[in-house]
C-alpha cells in the first residue's frame, strides 16, 4: 500500500515561513491536499490540488508538489497557526493520509 | 451550510459491533463522495473507508486493513451514512469522523465534529 511519510514535528518562530514536507513514491504525479487539525477539533482543508486555497483559507497558506515530495508552506506563521498538519492523496481508489506533522510556534 | 453529526454508542465491549450514524443537513448525500476517517488517541487520521454513486448504487471501499469487518452503507430517505465495525478490539478505540469529498480532486472539505468510540 501507498505510504507518505512527514516530520512528526517542526518549529518556527513567529512571522518566519514554516516548510511541512511530505514525501512518497512519485507524490508529483498525485494530487495533494493538506489539513489543518487544531487540538480537540476536525481536521480543516488548507490546500487541494497541490496549490489551491479553499475560500476562506488565508493567502499564508500555499503548496507545491514535485517529485516525490509535496510542500506546506506557512508564510509570516502566526501563534494561531500552531495545530497538526496532515498531507492526503489518492492511491488509485484509496485515500492516503501522512502520518501528521505537529507545527509548533515559539 | 452543510453539516455533518456523527452519532453512536461511546463505549463498545471488545469483539462486539460497533454501529456510528452520519447526519448530513445542508446537501444530499446522493451526490458526493462520503469518508469515515478515525483518529486513534493521539495519533493521526486513518482512513476507514467511502461510499459514492449513492444514486445507483452506493459503491463503498474500503481500507484494506479494516476491510474484513467494516460495512459502510447509506439511507437516503434520512440522508444519513452509516459504519459498522464488527469484532472491535482496544486499537478500534477512537474518534471516529465522517467527511464528504468536495468532488473534482477538492479534497476533503467537510467533515463531522467526530464521535469518541472507546473499546473495553
Known amino acids: 500500500s501507498y505510504e507518505m511519510s512527514q516530520p512528526p514535528s517542526v518549529s518556527v518562530s513567529p512571522g518566519q515561513t514554516a516548510t511541512i514536507p511530505c514525501s512518497g513514491e512519485?507524490?508529483?504525479?498525485?494530487?495533494v491536499c493538506w489539513y489543518q487539525q487544531k487540538a480537540g477539533q476536525s481536521p480543516v482543508l488548507l490546500i487541494y490540488?497541490?496549490?489551491k486555497r479553499p475560500s476562506g483559507i488565508p493567502e499564508r497558506f500555499s503548496g507545491s508538489n514535485s517529485g516525490n515530495t509535496a510542500t506546506l508552506t506557512i508564510s509570516g506563521t502566526q501563534a494561531l497557526d500552531e495545530a497538526h498538519y496532515y498531507c492526503q492523496a489518492w492511491d488509485g481508489s484509496t485515500v492516503v493520509f501522512g502520518g501528521g506533522t505537529k507545527l509548533t510556534v515559539l | 451550510q452543510v453539516q455533518l453529526q456523527e452519532s453512536g454508542p461511546g463505549l463498545v465491549k471488545s469483539s462486539e459491533t460497533l454501529s456510528l450514524t452520519c447526519t448530513v443537513s445542508?446537501?444530499?448525500?446522493?451526490?458526493?463522495?462520503w469518508s469515515w476517517i478515525r483518529q486513534p488517541p493521539g495519533k493521526g487520521l486513518e482512513w476507514v473507508g467511502y461510499v459514492f454513486d449513492i444514486q445507483t448504487t452506493a459503491t463503498t471501499i474500503y481500507n484494506s486493513s479494516l476491510e474484513s469487518r467494516v460495512t459502510l452503507s447509506v439511507d437516503t430517505s434520512k440522508n444519513q451514512l452509516s459504519l459498522i465495525l464488527r469484532s472491535v478490539t482496544v486499537s478500534d478505540t477512537a474518534v471516529y469522523f465522517c467527511a464528504r469529498h468536495g468532488g473534482n480532486g477538492r479534497g476533503i472539505d467537510v467533515w463531522g465534529q467526530g464521535s469518541s468510540v472507546t473499546v473495553s
Open positions: 490540488q497541490d496549490k
Open positions: 445542508g446537501v444530499s448525500i446522493r451526490n458526493f463522495y
Open positions: 512519485d507524490l508529483g504525479d498525485k494530487y
